[in-house]
């Protein structure tokens, strides 16, 4: 088992819906979570950080934390052409101060 | 503020050449990062570096790879030899921590590896 699993997608969305990316991860004493968005042949950038339980809202996104499931989800509002790209999933070991990644989902938006 | 600085861009070399990477991260970052990114998959921890403290270091190929942060600032990784399956996106990040750990990671804009 992965440490973090996302679907590769790619997940396929129409411009302006919503679009919903999940993560789960294994370690159950995983301390805080990340999204990262990953452009084709760019490096990752920081969209969202989450250490609580429950919803965290930054304009068109919110990232979703349910340590009890070990599942954060980041949902895209009204998506944009734009926001296709690879979403990549982070979580922060309970030991250690490193990142883990997953694989990554691809998300495709539709104009 | 300058972000995480990464040089070469892009490096070809032939298999058994040595090559080497920089990273300068972003300034007052104590922690900093070597990652490595096969197509297709998420970034893989090598190195990470507190100041000038190898912390962690478990997932480094030692026999053909080897790092150094002087002072605490600017990184090298060095890989000699090059086989083909090192052909991957180097990946170097900085972060803070604070009191809930690490605030994420700034990435640098990696070196493309390929070895033919």
């Known amino acids: 088992q992965k440490e973090v699993e996302q679907n590769s997608g790619p997940l396929s969305v129409p411009e302006g819906a919503i679009a919903s990316l999940n993560c789960t991860y294994s370690?159950?004493?995983?301390?805080?979570f990340f999204w990262y968005r990953q452009y084709s042949g760019k490096s990752p950038e920081l969209i969202m950080f989450?250490?609580?339980?429950g919803d965290k809202e930054d304009g068109r996104f919110t990232a979703q934390l349910n340590k009890a499931s070990q599942y954060v989800s980041l949902l895209i509002r009204d998506s944009q052409p734009s926001d296709s790209a690879t979403y990549l999933c982070?979580?922060?070991?309970?030991?250690?101060?490193?990142?883990?990644f997953g694989a990554g989902t691809i998300l495709r938006v539709k104009s | 503020e300058a972000g995480v600085v990464q040089s070469p861009r892009y490096k070809i070399i032939e298999k058994k050449q040595p090559v080497a990477f920089w990273c300068n991260p972003i300034?007052?970052?104590?922690?900093l990062y070597w990652y490595r990114q096969n197509l297709g998959q998420g970034p893989e921890l090598l190195i990470r570096?507190?100041?000038?403290?190898?912390?962690?270091d478990s997932q480094l190929p030692k026999d053909r790879f080897s790092a150094e942060r002087l002072k605490g600032v600017d990184s090298t990784l060095k890989i000699q030899p090059a086989e083909l399956g090192d052909s991957a996106v180097y990946l170097c990040?900085?972060?803070?921590?604070?009191?809930?750990?690490?605030?994420?990671?700034?990435f640098g804009s990696g070196t493309r590896l390929t070895v033919v």
């Open positions: 990040a900085s972060s803070l921590e604070g009191r809930n750990g690490v605030y994420g990671y700034t």
């Open positions: 370690d159950r004493g995983s301390q805080s």
């Open positions: 989450i250490y609580s339980n």
């Open positions: 982070a979580v922060n070991r309970e030991y250690g101060n490193k990142l883990v």
């Open positions: 300034s007052g970052h104590n922690t």
């Open positions: 570096y507190e100041n000038e403290e190898a912390v962690d």
